[in-house]
């Protein structure tokens, strides 16, 4: 299940339950800091985040990168097994691919928390960005993906797609496909507003 949550103006929830107001007052308090403060749509985004696989929507500069870090480093706090999970930074281009990598930077996560929790922060400097033909295996000599329906990507697996507008339906019906039948979670990051892909 996908479920796909904010928005700049308000947050759109499907099939998911929205946080209480007292859960969303408690995440946005633990992250403020320096004078950063989580906006109340991104705090929904991140703490829908801890169970549900979702939909990320917004334009330029809505904190899409900032929900990120938060919804992942928060996702490894309270679920420290997943920690042992693969972690894949995804996008639909080289250079979109080397911008996901300021999620690693966790510029908006607290001092103290990187401090408390080292481990967290090792798995985010671990993780490189890729394309989506590369986290596929796309081999010339087949004209085809290694991973697909039958041969699936693998399970303890948590996928990061940025730039998800720009993908083409072909490329991404592919990815769906090749997703693990069980034991992953999947974040879809992307401006619903953008052009369709060519």
């Not at 992250?31 to 991140?46: C, M, N, T, V, Y």
């Not at 966790?106 to 408390?116: F, H, M, N, Q, S």
């Not at 985010?124 to 033909?133: A, I, K, L």
């Not at 940025?162 to 997703?179: G, K």
Request: hydrophobic fraction near 40%; include cysteine.
């Amino acid at each position: 299940t996908i479920s796909q949550v904010f928005g700049k103006e308000s947050s759109v929830f499907y099939g998911i339950s929205k946080p209480s107001e007292e859960e969303i007052k408690n995440i946005i308090e633990e992250s403020r800091h320096d004078g950063f403060e989580l906006k109340q749509a991104q705090a929904e985004a991140i703490l829908c985040g801890q169970k549900n696989n979702l939909i990320i929507t917004g334009g330029p500069g809505t904190g899409k990168t900032t929900v990120v870090q938060f919804l992942l480093w928060n996702l490894f706090k309270n679920s420290p097994e997943k920690l042992n999970w693969s972690l894949y930074f995804v996008a639909p281009s080289g250079k979109a691919a080397n911008r996901l990598g300021e999620v690693k930077n966790l510029e908006d996560i607290p001092v103290a928390e990187k401090e408390a929790h080292p481990e967290i922060e090792e798995k985010f400097q671990n993780v490189d960005g890729q394309t989506m033909h590369r986290l596929l295996s796309f081999s010339p000599a087949k004209n085809a993906f290694t991973y697909n329906a039958q041969n699936r990507l693998p399970e303890n697996s948590i996928f990061v797609i940025d730039e998800a507008s720009m993908i083409d339906v072909t490329l991404f019906a592919s990815f769906l496909e090749a997703l693990p039948q069980k034991d992953f979670r999947l974040f879809v990051l992307g401006d619903k507003n953008q052009l369709p892909s060519v």
